[in-house]
């Protein structure tokens, strides 16, 4: 199983690229993930392209970083439910009721995903959004959202959000972005106790992206199996 979710952030290619990528390494990778960037360069009609070569076993994350009233999010997230895409990320500061509690509802009435942002890999997080984790985790404990974000880049806020998890009895998957140019290294994540790497430029910049593909799975099997054989 690959803990691959590709990042799919690129702006410079047109959207036939998006098809040709999906069609090579789908079988390799555990979901894609796509944004405002695309979004904004693409429209709606991008996603309905690429909604085209869904496979409904992926993860087909829609990464707006919802932070609004229930109703907005829902009426944003519905039009992807329709095309195919499974898995939503929110903010989780905005709270739950009139917001996230509806939207989680909504979301597994429809048989889709609802990931929460723990913290975020970037240095301004610090300032922030890491001293509204205490309440960040009474809304996670409250939600049970299928997954966190926790960043690669800052290991350290992996093994914190596994271990309130493990306190809690959540089985919520963590979801680490950061890895490559934000500077975590593949594995890094997985070893301190994410289920899934999010990777962006790395691998839709490589000149063969199948192979930095494997090469990564390669590296999470590796690191896996030091792990229990711990």
């Known amino acids: 199983m690959s803990r691959i979710i590709v990042a ?19 079988e390799y990778v555990a979901g894609y993930k796509l944004g405002l960037p695309f ?8 996603f309905e392209e690429i909604s085209k070569y869904i496979n409904r076993e992926k993860l087909w994350i ?7 009233i229930s109703h907005i999010m829902i009426k944003t997230v519905e039009p992807f439910i329709e095309m195919g895409y499974n898995t939503f990320i929110a903010h989780s500061f905005i709270g739950r009721q009139g917001s996230l509690k509806e939207l989680k509802e909504y979301l597994t009435e429809k048989g889709s995903k609802l ?7 970037h240095p301004g997080a610090i300032d922030i959004l890491d001293k509204t984790i205490p309440l960040v985790e009474e809304v996670i ?19 914190r959000a596994r271990e309130f998890l493990h306190k809690n009895m959540i089985e919520s ?9 934000q500077g975590g290294k593949p594995g890094t994540a997985i ?17 063969d992206p199948v192979a930095e593909i494997k090469e990564i799975n390669d590296i999470h099997s590796r690191v896996m199996r030091n792990e229990k054989n711990r």
Request: aromatic share 12%; hydrophobic share 40%; no cysteine.
């Open 62 to 68: 829609i990464d707006f970083k919802l932070a609004d």
């Open 39 to 46: 979004l904004i360069r693409y429209g709606i009609k991008g």
């Open 191 to 207: 070893q301190y106790g994410a289920d899934y790497e999010i990777i962006g430029r790395l691998i839709t910049y490589s000149d």
């Open 115 to 121: 990931v929460l942002i723990y913290t975020m890999s």
């Open 8 to 26: 799919l952030d690129r702006v410079d290619k047109p959207i036939d690229w998006y098809k040709e990528f999906i069609t090579k390494t789908q």
């Open 173 to 181: 998957k963590i979801l680490s972005p950061g890895i490559g140019f």
């Open 141 to 159: 404990a409250n939600i049970r959202p299928w997954g966190l974000v926790a960043p690669a880049t800052r290991p350290e806020m992996i093994e």
